[in-house]
């Protein structure tokens, strides 16, 4: 079965400095990854995703990911965060393995950047 | 941009009514996926579908039932609600190959009274 743990119910940053919302995985065959923000009373937007390759991903609004093999982890990080990335984070999964199309969430991470 | 598009934002329904919740996308998807969102629990899969008439179960079919006539259109039915079920509903869709990203309404919040 496939699984994803996000450990942080909420993260809370400074506006300007850099960010990173946690993710690890559990599969029984290689995974594709997806990040989702969702912003109040609306649904999840996608932001980026792992499928295979360079490590680290770049999304949308200056968002990237790390995928982690050894570690599991499927991290996401900003350089530089703004209010505006106030938001709630999912991270999903796929196991290739599987073949399905069963996209398994977290239970997602509230984001509070503040001034 | 690909439109995925639930009939409600909010619906409230009596105890025991029968609901129907609609989505309808633009993108001639294959696959479409009815969630229902609660805080602290994420999303959990309801039911989803990756062709017309087929469906296959998620975690959490139990007080569900759903519909695929045509290609663009996904029902979620509530046979007899319960205030159980008042949540958040997300529906989704997205190409064939699981390297593809799914693709989200805007959600309907239903509260069952």
């Known amino acids: 079965a496939q699984s994803v743990a996000q450990p942080e119910d909420q993260v809370n940053v400074a506006e300007g400095n850099p960010l990173t919302v946690k993710c690890t995985y559990s599969v029984s065959g290689n995974p594709y990854l997806f990040w989702y923000v969702q912003y109040p009373n609306r649904g999840l937007q996608f932001l980026l995703k792992y499928i295979t390759g360079d490590n680290l991903v770049k999304g949308s609004y200056g968002f990237e990911a790390e995928f982690n093999k050894s570690q599991t982890s499927f991290h996401l990080k900003k350089p530089s965060a703004l209010v505006s990335d106030s938001a709630l984070y999912f991270c999903?999964?796929?196991?290739?393995?599987?073949?399905?199309?069963?996209?398994?969430f977290g239970t997602g991470t509230q984001l509070k950047v503040e001034l | 941009d690909v439109k995925v598009t639930q009939s409600s934002r909010y619906l409230v329904k009596r105890t025991g009514e029968k609901v129907f919740l609609e989505c309808v996308q633009d993108m001639d998807h294959e696959n479409m996926f009815w969630y229902r969102q609660d805080p602290g629990l994420g999303l959990r899969l309801i039911y989803f579908s990756y062709d017309v008439k087929m469906k296959e179960k998620g975690d959490i079919p139990e007080g569900y039932s759903v519909s695929r006539e045509k290609k663009e259109r996904f029902s979620l039915i509530l046979e007899s609600a319960s205030t159980n079920q008042t949540s958040m509903y997300l529906c989704a869709s997205s190409s064939t190959g699981v390297n593809t990203e799914a693709f989200f309404g805007q959600g309907t919040r239903l509260t069952v009274v």
């Open positions: 999903a999964v796929r196991d290739r393995a599987g073949g399905g199309n069963k996209l398994t």
